[in-house]
């Protein structure tokens, strides 16, 4: 063979390699860009990874969700085909007693949206969530210095007011809590049901107790849930039932309609569509749902300010990631589940669940996302608003005594049970509910 055909012979040689190369880099997701981790890596290079098998389990209360969901699992799944994830969505009861009975089952899945995670970490049932993962997002649990919950968003709450109405009748957002009130009045003598509350969902009782919690007790008393902790405040101190006397009032006075207070979510939103009710306090969560029932449907948000006109913010944080203990002892689960977390908080991902539910981000990562108007105006007032993240309900508060909370308030403004049994009834409820 001459020089000349052993040329020709290399350079065909090198150019099959090279066209092969180029195939095997198509065969995954690009290996750089700032959301690749080294693992990720590790598992597209593999030739042939093997199977993992993870069950993952979600609250399946709301259809958004669910369908958010299922769609990033598939997706995430498409993109690694040696990872299969088998969904859990927890639709009966309360989600946390169908975790809960998941352990009692030996059902407990490696992935899972948990509200209450200290406890379950204290129970030795969630594992330490590895470091590609733990470093995305701002306030983890951590628990004697180690990382075991991811928060997936946050949230907060305010009043969604009609804006038609408001313009009809020359209304206008309140500065201060008294123009609340006298708001309230003013939409009752012109026949108007002021207020309107999906009674039949204990979040909604959730949401104003918050907001009496922070106007009448955390404003003043910040560590008072510690306190309470150690039986130095009671819910029998001033500014604790300040929170009670002031919430009762507005059913005393008639402004949240008792035609209104036993009502659904989606009947919440029917009526405020219709016409029925001038505002409720919720979540920005109802917006899609308003948007669903009346796309055409004008409406505004207002945070509730207190006395002295202060804008006051509830940062509500219900839902984390977590890992069962048993998925980050097995290597290929744990750097499965960690692929999946990574996956869940890159940036075109996370946007797309911030979209779906009008939520807050959690990453450290600046996530900016189109929004409608009523949405971006929130952002902006949240941005500039005093937060309070020591709520009824966040980890601060004993475990099942939030429901508990609601069920005794609910109660009490309706007139079955006295101020001070209430508060008997609280704090007994308190130390009787399993803490941390």
Request: charged residues 25%.
């Amino acid at each position: 063979m001459n020089k000349y055909t052993k040329r020709a012979c290399l350079f065909v040689m090198l150019s099959m390699c090279c066209l092969l190369w180029g195939c095997h880099k198509m065969d995954g997701p690009a290996l750089s860009g700032p959301d690749v981790s080294e693992s990720q890596k590790a598992m597209i290079q593999a030739e042939s990874p093997p199977k993992v098998h993870l069950k993952l389990t979600y609250s399946g209360k709301d259809i958004v969700w669910i369908s958010k969901i299922e769609e990033i699992v598939a997706s995430f799944t498409t993109l690694y085909p040696s990872i299969e994830i088998e969904l859990d969505p927890g639709r009966e009861g309360v989600y946390m007693e169908y975790l809960k009975a998941s352990k009692a089952l030996n059902d407990f899945p490696d992935i899972m949206e948990i509200e209450e995670p200290l406890s379950f970490v204290k129970s030795g049932k969630i594992g330490i969530i590895p470091d590609d993962a733990s470093g995305l997002v701002n306030d983890p649990l951590t628990y004697n210095s180690r990382i075991f919950a991811l928060p997936m968003y946050s949230t907060t709450y305010g009043m969604i007011y009609n804006t038609e109405m408001f313009d009809r009748y020359q209304l206008t957002p309140p500065k201060d809590y008294q123009q609340f009130l006298d708001l309230c009045e003013t939409l009752k003598k012109k026949g108007i049901a002021p207020i309107g509350v999906a009674g039949d969902d204990m979040r909604y009782w959730n949401y104003w107790i918050n907001y009496y919690f922070i106007k009448d007790v955390l404003c003043k008393i910040p560590d008072w849930q510690y306190l309470r902790g150690l039986k130095k405040a009671s819910f029998a101190d001033e500014c604790a039932a300040g929170m009670l006397k002031d919430f009762k009032l507005l059913f005393d006075k008639g402004y949240i309609d008792e035609n209104f207070i036993e009502l659904t979510e989606n009947q919440l939103a029917t009526s405020f569509v219709q016409g029925d009710i001038a505002m409720l306090y919720a979540g920005p969560m109802l917006f899609s749902q308003i948007q669903n029932t009346d796309a055409d449907m004008s409406f505004s948000w207002f945070f509730l300010p207190d006395e002295q006109g202060n804008v006051m913010a509830a940062k509500d944080t219900k839902s984390y990631w977590a890992l069962s203990k048993e998925c980050t002892r097995d290597q290929q689960k744990a750097e499965a589940a960690s692929l999946f977390l990574q996956y869940f908080y890159q940036t075109e991902n996370y946007r797309k669940i911030l979209i779906s539910i009008n939520a807050i981000p959690t990453t450290r990562q600046t996530v900016l996302y189109p929004s409608i108007e009523v949405q971006q105006d929130l952002l902006v007032n949240y941005r500039y608003a005093e937060k309070f993240s020591s709520l009824i309900g966040s980890l601060d508060t004993p475990e099942t005594f939030n429901n508990a909370m609601s069920l005794i308030v609910k109660d009490y403004v309706l007139d079955m049970v006295s101020l001070e049994d209430t508060a008997v009834l609280l704090d007994s409820a308190w130390d009787k509910a399993r803490v941390y």
